[in-house]
């Protein structure tokens, strides 16, 4: 079954971090770019897109809020993509989840909360 399988989501406190991953089963990610989104609750929240990586590993951080705070990178090896997310807000809880936009694949989400 192709498909991407999310983990490492779960509760942090407000400034700490959290590491989400995204691994291929099914098929090689190596020749995908890879984006990693959120849709946080509640009225006129949007889906946002975070940051994407490429088959040739270089990267855009699309998230204006999450510059300098979140990281996107890929193993190779492990045929998986993962988002570094440090100092962490209380509005950043939301559901995060990657895609394989050129295949429509996403991943099942994951919920991330920030709370004290």
């Known amino acids: 079954q192709v498909q991407l399988v999310e983990s490492g989501g779960g509760w942090v406190q407000p400034g700490g971090s959290l590491r989400r991953s995204c691994a291929a089963s099914?098929?090689?990610?190596?020749?995908?770019?890879i984006s990693w989104y959120r849709q946080a609750q509640g009225p006129g929240k949007e889906r946002e897109l975070l940051?994407?990586?490429?088959?040739?590993?270089?990267?855009?951080n699309d998230g204006d809020s999450v510059k300098g705070r979140f990281t996107i990178s890929r193993d190779y090896a492990k045929d998986a993509v993962y988002l570094q997310m440090n100092s962490l807000k209380l509005e950043e809880t939301a559901v995060y989840f990657c895609?394989?936009?050129?295949?429509?694949?996403w991943g099942q989400g994951t919920q991330v909360t920030v709370s004290s």
């Open positions: 940051a994407t990586i490429f088959p040739d590993g270089t990267s855009t």
């Open positions: 099914g098929f090689a990610s190596s020749s995908d770019a």
């Open positions: 895609v394989a936009s050129c295949r429509g694949l």
